[in-house]
């Protein structure tokens, strides 16, 4: 059973255009949300991460919105470059150390 | 460092062969993660260490899939007899305990499996 639930599958987006990929989940345990990004023929690696305790978390010009009581988030790239094609991951953990992924989103910025 | 390194980075046998894939974490980290990429199920972990002890290997598909952590720099994941359907992208992840946040995973590179 997939326990964080990703979507879309893949996406295309104009350059300069805004990215946006959702993730809810089920489990009221988890607390940690972090975002993965992998280019190919590359492992993940992190992109951002946030906590519930807050609704909203932005770094440059990713940003994760966290609405605690849907059970979901959401990863927003503004003004998406063709330099952030790639596969994103969302995560969920309850321990900090496991994590659950969702089954990725493989965004395409066309110039 | 160097990050976290996987061998081989390609791997192709045939169906019913032996394969072992190899991780060498991050020094330091006390964590180590394996997990499979298939484009229908996404990244699933197969097992976690902690301090070279298994903690979770609820996620290893079947009695076929082995992992092992002799020491801290070392793991290896092997699959006997290997099939076609173990064809995936095998990564090894590594991380450290951050008080009062979570562990941020590290990934390798992969391993491409390829079972014929």
């Known amino acids: 059973q997939q326990q964080v639930k990703q979507s879309p599958q893949s996406l295309i987006v104009q350059k300069g255009g805004i990215s946006i990929i959702n993730c809810a989940y089920e489990?009221?345990?988890?607390?940690?949300f972090p975002w993965y990004q992998q280019f190919p023929g590359k492992g993940p690696a992190l992109l951002i991460a946030?906590?519930?305790?807050?609704s909203e978390k932005k770094e440059g010009r990713f940003t994760i919105s966290f609405n605690k009581s849907a059970k979901q988030f959401s990863l927003h790239i503004m003004d998406s470059q063709p330099g952030d094609s790639a596969t994103y991951f969302c995560?969920?953990?309850?321990?900090?150390?496991?994590?659950?992924f969702g089954t990725g989103t493989s965004l395409t910025v066309i110039p | 460092d160097a990050g976290v390194i996987q061998s081989p980075r390609h791997e192709v046998t045939e169906m019913g062969q032996e394969v072992t894939l190899r991780c060498k974490p991050i020094s330091g980290h006390d964590y180590l993660f394996w997990y499979r990429q298939t484009m229908m199920r996404g990244l699933e972990l197969l097992i976690y260490?902690?301090?070279?002890?298994?903690?979770?290997d609820s996620g290893m598909p079947e009695d076929r899939f082995s992992a092992k952590m002799p020491n801290a720099s070392f793991s290896t994941l092997k699959i006997q007899p290997s099939e076609p359907r173990d064809s995936a992208v095998y990564f090894c992840a590594s991380s450290s305990p951050v008080e009062g946040w979570f562990n941020e995973q590290f990934f390798g590179p992969g391993t491409r499996l390829t079972v014929l």
């Open positions: 995560a969920a953990s309850d321990t900090g150390n496991q994590f659950y």
């Open positions: 946030i906590r519930p305790d807050v």
């Open positions: 260490f902690n301090n070279n002890v298994p903690i979770d």
């Open positions: 489990n009221t345990a988890f607390d940690y």
